[in-house]
């Protein structure tokens, strides 16, 4: 019964994870040393870019340095609302990167509703 439960959460989270597009562009310098609490050696294939990403915007890292600003935003929800964000002298070629991620991100998140509903 737990596996069950586990598993329904998980589906919910995925449900709730599909029904909000996200895509963030941001431009500057950013220095981050890493290393692992334990002393252990980092594996730079695992890191998860969020986590560093939030440490370098909060500033909670003293191992964190640089200036980092949001430049695009889009932000679409399956209902139909939206938000975009463009700061006012986004480059050509900034523009160009953040709308073909934007591509890819639908493209996928169509290609996962398709399997799901293959799936159900």
């Known amino acids: 019964m737990l596996k069950i439960k586990a598993a329904l959460e998980k589906l919910d989270d995925a449900m709730i994870d599909f029904s909000t597009l996200s895509v963030a562009t941001y431009t500057g310098d950013l220095s981050v ?3 692992a609490d ?4 980092i594996k730079l ?3 998860d870019f969020n986590d560093v990403l939030q440490k370098a915007i909060s500033g909670a890292s003293a191992s ?3 200036k980092i ?3 695009a935003l889009n932000t679409h929800k399956l209902d139909g609302d939206g938000m975009v964000f463009r700061q006012k002298d986004i480059s050509p070629e900034l ?3 953040h709308n073909a991620a934007l591509s890819a991100a639908r493209e996928t998140r169509e290609g996962l509703l398709a399997l799901v509903k293959d799936v159900f």
Not at 38 to 41: F, L, T, Y
Request: charged share 30%; glycine share 10%.
């Open 45 to 47: 294939n695992e890191l």
């Open 33 to 35: 040393v890493l290393k």
């Open 64 to 66: 964190t340095e640089g």
């Open 69 to 71: 600003e949001l430049v």
């Open 38 to 41: 334990d002393g252990a050696s």
């Open 95 to 97: 523009e160009t990167a």
